[in-house]
């Protein structure tokens, strides 16, 4: 073992790969390890797989991507033999027939050491048991001196102890690198769940995590450190990236960060959207989007997904579309047109009475005879979903569709109508805290936001009843309960899986509950159908709730 030292500078690179980026990746490691450098740091510390991305998913299936990885990696090997700090980096590597998710150690113009994940998580949004198989318990590392333990991700979050063997094994400090997502509240979450490693392992634990979109989810960074005795030595800021060079001393046998950044960690409203805005500005840069469309209706949730495309895009690059019909009120054209000024973005008005009508007439013989019901109001629907495409088509812009969870939940959207869109930001939100999130917006402008500042969705949008406007005067609430009730119902059955006793004994009118139960089932077929969208909850629909479209179970309770 080398001489030990007494000090030990560890830059966290909290950055924003994207999946498949390799030479990208790499390129944004060597800039981080540069910047490192300035500021005199020993080691630089990245996240889980940042070298392909987090999650690669079936990527790592094909050994031409695993190459290239690993390639990348040795080449960044290379560039320690200058001297400067050591690296490591998260890499997917092939080794004996078996595909891990492993770390590498690369100093000296080397790779001095190879760690692989233990715990491989297989529920919720992850399942990498399909792709990973499942490394050997591991040892420290040793780094200049120091005996330092890698244990990767979820190998901190289970019960398989690989926290406790590392310190037994003589171990003295604990760097976590992660790709853990965002849910709210969830840097609580995790900080419990590292307090509670470090009382097992008695041992100081770094904890760095991804910043980025990545299609459904979002990696909100926010990396940390405990100190042995239990207490928060920095906290880097969420939602953005950053390199910061923290400080390790030894007393005795003990590290001890001697601090870094005490950042804000936002709470509720503000941390949720600023999750949606980060989502949807990767999700449209790395999927090689110039500019999106959206309708906006006058309602709150279209005006919403308009206020976060233009804070995560810019005014220059979103554009909006009123579509009025019969029905339209007076005040959603007014209240659409001022919403649009207020963003400061591109309105165009396209009414659509000639083609709505003009659908009527080719489907009248066929339709003679029968009643006019939801098949014309889904008419107009589809319309405005047709319009929206063409324009995509013409200009290249994604389609922002706008559906929160509340109607994607009981099956209140149309299909290849207001279901039509490449990415969701409100996916996951249900309608209570679409409006919570609209009044947080009017009164607060999120960092990197590039919208303006002030009132961004006119006052008559959040407090007018909701309503698709199908119909004369038509609300909801015609057809479903009030919002904080249905949303209740809602998020018992989803995120809580409470049975129908249960959620009755919450005060809820049994009827209602299997109504809504059925509405939910029966909606799945729409879901499976339905475009990406951030991941907000703690079980989204996609990647956490997979439930069979062909169902015949109800709770008969």
């Known amino acids: 073992m080398s001489e030990q030292p007494d000090v030990l500078r560890i830059a966290v690179a909290q950055l924003n790969p994207t999946v498949g980026d390799i030479s990208g990746n790499l390129e944004k490691a060597r800039e981080a390890r540069a910047e490192a450098a300035r500021h005199g740091a020993d080691l630089v510390f990245f996240t889980e797989l940042f070298i392909s991305g987090y999650p690669p998913e079936d990527l790592v299936l094909k050994p031409a991507f695993l190459a290239a990885c690993e390639k990348a990696v040795r080449d960044l090997a290379g560039d320690t033999a200058d001297g400067g700090p050591g690296v490591v980096m998260g890499v997917p590597l092939a080794r004996g027939g078996l595909k891990h998710n492993s770390v590498m150690v690369l100093d000296g113009g080397e790779v001095i050491a190879e760690r692989h994940k233990v715990d491989l998580p297989n529920y919720g949004e992850f399942d990498e048991k399909r792709v990973f198989q499942a490394g050997p318990m591991p040892g420290p590392v040793d780094f200049r001196g120091v005996r330092i333990g890698i244990p990767v991700c ?249 559906g929160n969870k509340s109607e994607m939940s009981v099956g209140y959207a149309t299909l290849y109508g207001d279901m039509n869109g490449g990415f969701n930001p409100i996916k996951d939100l249900y309608k209570m805290q679409v409006y919570a999130l609209s009044r947080w917006r009017n009164a607060h402008t999120p960092p990197s936001a590039l919208g303006p500042t002030g009132m961004v969705i006119p006052q008559n949008i959040i407090d007018k009843a909701p309503s698709a406007e199908l119909r004369p005067d038509q609300t909801d609430q015609d057809s479903l309960p009030p919002y904080p009730v249905l949303d209740d119902i809602l998020e018992s059955l989803v995120e809580n899986e409470l049975s129908v006793d249960q959620i009755v004994a919450r005060g809820h009118d049994r009827e209602l509950v299997h109504r809504i139960e059925h509405l939910l089932y029966i909606a799945e077929y729409k879901r499976r159908q339905s475009a990406p969208g951030v991941k907000i909850t703690r079980k989204n629909f996609g990647r956490d709730r997979r439930y069979p479209i062909t169902n015949r179970f109800r709770d008969r309770s």
């Open 154 to 402: 979820e190998d901190i979050w289970g019960d398989l102890g690989v926290c406790e063997t590392l310190a037994e094994s003589g171990a003295e400090l604990l760097l976590v690198p992660n790709g853990s997502p965002y849910y709210r509240g969830k840097v609580d979450v995790r900080h419990q769940v590292v307090i509670r490693q470090v009382i097992e392992s008695d041992l100081p634990i770094l904890y760095a995590n991804q910043l980025c979109g990545q299609d459904e989810l979002v990696f909100d960074g926010a990396s940390f450190a405990f100190n042995a005795d239990r207490k928060l030595a920095f906290q880097m800021s969420q939602f953005q990236d950053q390199v910061v060079v923290t400080t390790w001393r030894r007393n005795g046998e003990t590290w001890h960060c001697a601090g870094g950044p005490m950042s804000r960690i936002p709470q509720a409203e503000e941390a949720d959207y600023r999750a949606c805005m980060l989502g949807l500005r990767d999700y449209v840069n790395k999927n090689g989007f110039s500019n999106v469309v959206l309708g906006l209706s006058g309602g709150i949730d279209s005006a919403i997904c308009a206020a976060l495309a233009v804070d995560a895009l810019g005014e220059e690059r979103v554009r909006c579309v009123m579509m009025p019909y019969t029905y339209t009120s007076g005040d959603s054209l007014k209240d659409a047109e001022e919403c649009a000024r207020f963003l400061g973005c591109r309105y165009d008005v396209i009414p659509i009475f000639e083609p709505v009508e003009g659908f009527l007439a080719s489907l009248a013989d066929i339709f003679h005879g029968t009643n006019e019901g939801i098949t014309e109001e889904n008419l107009q629907s589809r319309t405005r979903g047709t319009i929206l495409m063409a324009i995509s088509n013409k200009f290249g812009s994604m389609v922002v569709t706008t």
